[in-house]
C-alpha cells in the first residue's frame, strides 16, 4: 500500500496465447533512488492461479524507479510439457524472452499496477487501474 513517502506495485499475468492467467511465474522486485543508483532487490513471490503477485514487498522511501522481473523460461517449459502429454506432436517451440524485465519510474503516494500480456514469442505491458 502506498503513503503519502512511499508509492506502491501490484501486477498481475494474462497467458495470450491461451486467454488465462499465467500461474507460477517467479517475479522479483528491486528498487533504486536516482537514476544512477545501484538497483536493490527487495524480494520476490510468484503469480497465483488468477495470474496475480498480491504479496510483494514494500519499496523504501525515496524510491523513483522499480524494475519488475519475470521469470518467463519455467513457465513455458512447463506449459509445452503439458501439451506434449495431450498432443506428443507439437511443436517444441519454447519461449523466445526467458524472462522479461520491465523498469519504470515511480513517483511517492502512488499505486503503480503493472499488467504483463505474455505469450511465447512477444509480450506488452502496461499502466493499468
Given amino acids: 500500500m502506498s503513503t503519502d513517502t512511499t508509492a506502491s ?7 495470450t496465447s491461451i486467454g488465462r492467467p499465467a500461474e507460477g511465474v517467479t517475479i522479483t522486485l528491486a528498487a533504486r533512488s536516482g537514476s544512477g543508483a545501484e538497483w536493490v532487490t527487495l524480494g520476490g513471490s ?30 513455458f517449459a512447463k506449459k509445452q510439457a503439458e501439451a506434449q502429454q495431450d498432443a506428443p506432436r507439437v511443436r517444441d517451440s519454447g519461449a523466445f524472452f526467458p524472462e522479461v524485465a520491465i523498469t519504470f519510474a515511480v513517483k511517492p503516494g502512488e499505486h503503480y499496477h503493472v499488467p504483463l500480456l505474455l505469450n511465447p514469442f512477444g509480450y506488452s505491458v502496461y499502466r493499468g487501474s
Fill in 9 to 15: 506495485v501490484s501486477t498481475h499475468i494474462l497467458d
Fill in 46 to 75: 510468484a503469480t497465483d492461479a488468477d495470474g496475480r503477485c498480491k504479496d510483494l514487498p514494500a519499496l523504501p522511501e525515496e524510491t523513483t524507479h522499480v524494475r519488475l522481473d519475470f521469470e518467463t523460461e519455467t513457465y
